[in-house]
């Protein structure tokens, strides 16, 4: 058991931050070579005062019609999203082994904070699988990788949680929160959830196409 | 889902997809699907495929979802699960029949508004990823065949209509002579080299509604304007080709059609009341031909009004007093911005101006876009009843007393039509042309 826990903590935590940076690289890269090639015109047409428009105005909470129009599931998605970044980046659990090993170290939340933002994650997967199945064009729009990828998102969070509050058999929850941890991060380049690479591109590329050539807005 | 695909294919009649499904092999299909994928489904179609949180967001956008009561097929990102996503999963190795539904779907239940493009939180271009599906069925030669029919009188004569160049210029003299009985020294300018305005419509207004070209030409002369229209073919700036995905013959005709204006020397390009055509003049046939704009600067009919008007060049002598409302074209509006300056012209022309809802750039499509209504009577019934919320909207904005709607594009004309006569509704239908004609201090 130690010695499974001293790899997931040890080696495997440089693998799956490896294969993140890594991956994101290689793939914003990759797309960047392919749009080159293939719709060269994407570079011509980026304008970066609309591209940076349609950003804001989609990431500010109720920015958009959509968003005004879905009111659960935009508080929904917005709470989900700051939780799943913040939680992890700013925990103090977190951060004390990252001083440990490196010895950097950075601001953190309160452990209350942190065990609301991990139930915030742990209830929105909850609210995205029951939309999932109960809303007939979520359904229809979704395969086993949707279930698959959401089980990935809240594992850790879930792993987390009972670890932190040492319910029963939290030494082996301890390991399955660090690897489901480590197995996320290392999907995010190469799944749907590659989404946190390319939203700024694809926004940013509507946001030109609509405000620059179009003269109208996108939101 | 694969059952829902036979049914709907069972009952596919059109002449083009069948007969063109006729001599269809999976072996071609898989050939053509992963040529257009690799030549030209580059880093978007990849990336929107890829990212697609498969949320569902975009549903409410589309009129065919509302109008079938939130049937997922008719989604928007339920249109691409159908096609895009089965003929990447399956690397191109779908059969005849899916590609025969395939075709029906991104050629007759999606419009190419671009509505949804607004409701997707990453910006996906749906209509982009249709728009490539009928790229991939034109190259399998199934594309359905009354737009096939248009696309090909494109191809033969660089004009919409089979319209011969003869008969052209017989229709500009024809309705030159009318309007000067009106106006005695009216005149259509033909060939005019150095004028500042070229004045180009799409090809069923000579054809069908030459009283146009009478009201433009009495507007022109009105308001002093220095204007021409070609007697070559290059008149006619409609496009049914980038419709179909016959993208080699869009360019073609977008190039006679600026090369016309080049060779008149003319300063700008004023095109009519049409959403399509200026779409593909000003968006999409200039990108074809290597232009990241326009070589020639390209106005709408909409926003050449709102010039004349707000410059006092048109002056209207008694407004139209019956109450209208405002149909935002897509492609004036998610493809120009363009609302504003048409209520400028509405309320400079018109008493009572009565909003529909929504408006604007979240307007619904009139259903006939997008190359739709072109696809012909086999599937009239089919977008009337997927624009069933746009008959609910026109009736809403009757009941608030607008017997009249306003919608500067042709298209949208044809769409709209059908949907009062099948809901009964009794409104009738202008252009911005129509009311400005009507209600303009002319010469005595
Ligand atoms: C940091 C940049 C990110 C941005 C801008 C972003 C943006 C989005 C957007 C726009 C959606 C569409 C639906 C919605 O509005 O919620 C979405 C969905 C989703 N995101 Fe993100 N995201 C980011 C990072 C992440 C990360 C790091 C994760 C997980 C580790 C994640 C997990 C998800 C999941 C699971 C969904 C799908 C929800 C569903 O099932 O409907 N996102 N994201
Ligand atoms: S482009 Fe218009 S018609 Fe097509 S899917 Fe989107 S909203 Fe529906
Ligand atoms: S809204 Fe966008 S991300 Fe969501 S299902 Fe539709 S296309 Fe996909
Ligand atoms: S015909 Fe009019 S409403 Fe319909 S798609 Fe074209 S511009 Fe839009």
Not at chain 1, 41 to 50: A, Q
Not at chain 2, 63 to 77: G, I, Q, V, W
Not at chain 2, 240 to 265: N, P, Q, V, W, Y
């Amino acid at each position: 058991m130690h010695d499974i826990y001293d790899f997931v903590s040890g080696p495997m935590v440089w693998v799956s931050l490896i294969i993140f940076a890594a991956g994101c690289i290689y793939r914003f890269i990759s797309m960047a070579l392919l749009a080159k090639e293939k719709d060269p015109f994407l570079y011509n047409y980026m304008s970066p005062y609309h591209a940076l428009r349609s950003i804001f105005h989609w990431l500010t909470p109720f920015g958009s019609e959509n968003m005004r129009k879905n009111p659960v599931f935009t508080i929904v998605a917005f709470s989900f999203h700051i939780c799943v970044v913040i939680a992890p980046l700013f925990l103090f659990a977190h951060i004390i082994l990252i001083k440990q090993s490196w010895n950097v170290s950075w601001w953190f939340i309160s452990d209350t904070m942190a065990d609301i933002m991990t139930l915030i994650v742990i209830a929105s997967c909850v609210f995205f699988l029951i939309r999932r199945i109960v809303r007939p064009e979520v359904k229809f729009l979704t395969s086993a990788s949707d279930y698959i990828i959401l089980a990935m998102v809240a594992a850790p969070f879930i792993t987390g949680f009972w670890t932190y509050h040492q319910f029963a058999g939290c030494r082996i929850m301890g390991i399955i929160h660090i690897l489901s941890g480590e197995i996320l991060l290392a999907a995010i380049p190469f799944t749907r959830l590659s989404h946190m690479i390319f939203f700024p591109i694809s926004r940013g590329y509507i946001g030109s196409e609509f405000g620059a050539i179009r003269h109208a807005k996108d939101w | 889902m694969a059952e829902s695909v036979k049914n709907a294919a069972a009952e596919i009649t059109d002449a083009g997809i069948v007969g063109g499904a006729a001599k269809l092999t999976p072996e071609k299909i898989e050939k053509v699907i992963n040529n257009v994928l690799k030549a030209e489904g580059g880093a978007r179609l990849k990336t929107y495929v890829d990212i697609c949180a498969h949320c569902g967001l975009c549903s409410e956008a589309c009129h065919f979802y509302l109008s079938h009561d939130n049937d997922p097929k008719f989604s928007p990102a339920g249109k691409v699960k159908q096609t895009v996503w089965e003929i990447i999963k399956k690397k191109g190795r779908v059969d005849v029949e899916f590609i025969k539904r395939a075709s029906e779907i991104a050629s007759t239940e999606c419009n190419l508004c671009r509505r949804c493009v607004m409701y997707c939180p990453f910006g996906i271009d749906i209509a982009y990823l249709l728009l490539t599906v009928r790229r991939i069925c034109h190259k399998l030669g199934i594309t359905p065949q009354y737009i096939q029919d248009t696309a090909h009188s494109h191809s033969a004569t660089a004009n919409q209509m089979w319209v011969k160049e003869d008969e052209w210029i017989d229709s500009l003299m024809w309705q030159e002579d009318e309007a000067r009985a009106e106006i005695p020294d009216l005149r259509i300018p033909l060939e005019k080299e150095g004028a500042d305005i070229f004045y180009s419509v799409i090809g069923p207004e000579p054809k069908f509604r030459a009283q146009l070209i009478y009201q433009a030409a009495v507007i022109m002369h009105v308001a002093g304007m220095n204007w021409t229209m070609p007697a070559t073919p290059g008149w006619d700036n409609s496009d049914m080709c980038m419709f179909t995905g016959d993208f080699e013959m869009m360019a073609r005709l977008k190039k006679i059609h600026f090369e016309s204006a080049a060779r008149l020397k003319v300063k700008k390009i004023v095109m009519g009341e049409c959403g399509h055509a200026f779409r593909s003049v000003h968006d999409v046939g200039n990108r074809a031909l290597s232009w990241k704009m326009p070589p020639i600067p390209v106005i709408h009919a909409i926003e050449f009004y709102y010039e004349l008007i707000r410059d006092g060049k048109i002056k209207i002598a008694k407004k139209f007093d019956k109450p209208v409302t405002f149909h935002d074209p897509c492609n004036t509006v998610r493809g120009r911005g363009l609302h504003e300056m048409g209520r400028y012209v509405a309320n400079a022309t018109c008493e009572t101006l009565i909003e529909m809802h929504p408006n604007r750039e979240h307007n619904y499509c009139c259903g006939a876009g997008g190359g739709v209504i072109n696809c012909g009577p086999p599937y009239k019934m089919s977008r009337i009843d997927g624009d069933k919320i746009k008959a609910e909207q026109l009736a809403a904005v009757k009941a608030k007393g607008a017997q009249t709607i306003i919608a500067p594009c042709h298209n949208c004309h044809g769409g709209l039509e059908d949907l009062i006569h099948h809901h009964k509704l009794d409104m009738n239908i202008k252009f911005l042309g129509d009311i400005i004609y009507e209600t303009m201090e002319k010469p005595e």
